[in-house]
């Protein structure tokens, strides 16, 4: 694997070890908001590996047009994509609105971490193959 791809997915791995741990301690909004970022970091991790060239956008439904052009199926639905997108911007009070209920819940960031963990799984397991 290449040194940049390392450096990239052990940042994806930082966020996802901190949206456990915002779970465990009952903080949902950042358990979403290092969601999204395990999951735009492994994703770009997985995309310089592979030669293609990133680009500076937070919106996983750009992003995963960058593998859809390519012919690379993703683990996750667009849904799941757009939900992360949502939940990320709670990172700012003024955004409060993008979910029915406000803030995010237990059960968003439950979703969140779920979402985060097959991409996470699936980036790990395609690159190890990939040697």
């Known amino acids: 694997m290449k040194r940049i791809t390392e450096v990239w997915l052990s940042y994806a791995l930082e966020d996802f070890i901190m949206a456990q741990k915002a779970l465990e301690m009952e903080i949902y909004r950042q358990t979403c908001f290092h969601a999204q970022q395990a999951v735009?970091?492994?994703?770009?991790?997985?995309?310089l590996e592979k030669d293609?060239?990133?680009?500076?956008?937070?919106?996983?439904?750009?992003?995963?047009s960058e593998f859809e052009a390519r012919g690379i199926r993703l683990p996750v639905e667009?849904?799941?994509?757009?939900?992360?997108?949502?939940?990320?911007?709670?990172?700012?009070?003024?955004?409060?609105?993008?979910?029915?209920?406000?803030?995010?819940?237990?059960?968003?960031?439950?979703?969140?971490?779920?979402?985060?963990?097959?991409?996470?799984?699936w980036i790990q397991q395609t690159l190890t193959e990939s040697r």
């Open 52 to 64: 293609i060239k990133i680009r500076k956008i937070h919106n996983l439904l750009e992003l995963s």
């Open 78 to 121: 667009l849904s799941e994509l757009d939900f992360l997108n949502r939940v990320y911007r709670f990172r700012y009070p003024p955004d409060i609105g993008l979910l029915p209920q406000g803030q995010p819940t237990q059960e968003d960031a439950q979703k969140a971490l779920r979402i985060a963990r097959k991409v996470m799984d």
């Open 40 to 47: 735009e970091k492994g994703l770009k991790a997985f995309l």
